[in-house]
C-alpha cells in the first residue's frame, strides 16, 4: 500500500524554515494559500530563497521526528517516564533494523536484548523499550523509558513522611513533646532529602532521553525514507 505524500501546514513550514535557515537567507516566499506543501515544494521554496535543499530535508526529518512527543510520565510533579511515537516511512528491512539496532546501543550507551514477532520487532534494556510496529496505516516507532528507582525513591519519602508524623504524634501525646520533636526533624528530614535527590535528578535525566528519543527518530525517519 501507498503511503499518501506527506503535506505540511503553515504552522510546520515556518518551523521547516527556521530549522534549516541560521539568519544568513531571507524569509522565502510562501504561497499565499495551500492545502498545505510537499518536501519538495519546501525544497524548491527555499532554494529560490538560497536555502540548500537538503537542509530543508534535514530540517523536515527534525520535524517529523519530534512532533508526536508523548506526556511525560510524572511522579509528585517530578517526570519519571519518557515516550515518543513516531510515524516512518515504511517497515525496515533486516539490514535496516540492524543499523537501528546499532544505532539505539549508541544513543543510548547499552547492548539491550532485540525480539521479533511477526510484523513487531522490539530492542529493550531494562524498563527502555524502541520498537517498530505495524499500525493501520503503515508502521511506526514507539520509544518508551521509565525510571522506576525514581518513583520508588519519591514512595520511600512518602512513607517517611507518614512515619514522622504518626510518630510525633504519638510520642507528643505521651507526653514528651522534646522528642517527638526529635523524631519529625529526624524522619522527616529523610523524606525530604528523597525528594530533593530525585527534584535533582530527574529533570536532568527526562531531557536526555528525550534528546536521545529525537535522535534515534530522525535517524529511523532518514534511514527508511530512502527508497
Known amino acids: 500500500m501507498t503511503m499518501p505524500t506527506r503535506r505540511y501546514g503553515d504552522d510546520e513550514v515556518r518551523e521547516i524554515f527556521?530549522?534549516?535557515?541560521?539568519?544568513?537567507?531571507?524569509?522565502?516566499?510562501?504561497?499565499?494559500?495551500?492545502?498545505?506543501?510537499?518536501?519538495?515544494?519546501l525544497q524548491r521554496i527555499g532554494q529560490e530563497a538560497g536555502i540548500e535543499p537538503a537542509r530543508v530535508a534535514l530540517a523536515a526529518e527534525r520535524l517529523d521526528a519530534r512532533r508526536t512527543l508523548e506526556p511525560v510520565r510524572r511522579s509528585f510533579g517530578?517526570?519519571?517516564?519518557?515516550?515518543?511515537?513516531?510515524?516512518?516511512?515504511?517497515?525496515?528491512?533486516?539490514?535496516?533494523?540492524?543499523?537501528?539496532?546499532?544505532?539505539?546501543?549508541?544513543?543510548?550507551?547499552?547492548?539491550g536484548s532485540t525480539?521479533?514477532?511477526?510484523?513487531?520487532?522490539?530492542?529493550?534494556?531494562?524498563?527502555?523499550?524502541?520498537?517498530?510496529?505495524?499500525?493501520?496505516?503503515?508502521?511506526?516507532?514507539?520509544?518508551?523509558?521509565?525510571?522506576?528507582?525514581?518513583?520508588?525513591?519519591?514512595?520511600?519519602?512518602?512513607?517517611?513522611a507518614g512515619m514522622a508524623a504518626l510518630m510525633s504524634i504519638?510520642?507528643?501525646a505521651s507526653g514528651k513533646p522534646d522528642k517527638a520533636l526529635l523524631i519529625l526533624g529526624m524522619f522527616g528530614g529523610m523524606s525530604l532529602a528523597a525528594f530533593a535527590t530525585n527534584l535533582i535528578r530527574m529533570p536532568r535525566w527526562a531531557r536526555t532521553r528525550q534528546r536521545q528519543m529525537e535522535a534515534v527518530a530522525a535517524r529511523a525517519v532518514k534511514l527508511l525514507s530512502n527508497s
Open 18 to 41: 527556521s530549522l534549516a535557515t541560521t539568519g544568513d537567507s531571507r524569509d522565502p516566499a510562501l504561497p499565499a494559500e495551500s492545502d498545505g506543501l510537499t518536501l519538495d515544494e
Open 78 to 111: 517530578m517526570p519519571v517516564g519518557v515516550s515518543r511515537l513516531v510515524d516512518l516511512p515504511r517497515a525496515p528491512t533486516d539490514r535496516e533494523w540492524e543499523q537501528l539496532v546499532s544505532e539505539f546501543r549508541s544513543t543510548f550507551g547499552m547492548h
Open 170 to 172: 504519638v510520642v507528643a
Open 115 to 160: 525480539t521479533s514477532s511477526g510484523g513487531l520487532r522490539e530492542w529493550s534494556q531494562g524498563n527502555l523499550h524502541v520498537s517498530v510496529e505495524p499500525t493501520e496505516h503503515g508502521e511506526q516507532l514507539r520509544l518508551t523509558t521509565l525510571k522506576d528507582d525514581a518513583m520508588a525513591l519519591n514512595g520511600l519519602g512518602t512513607g517517611l
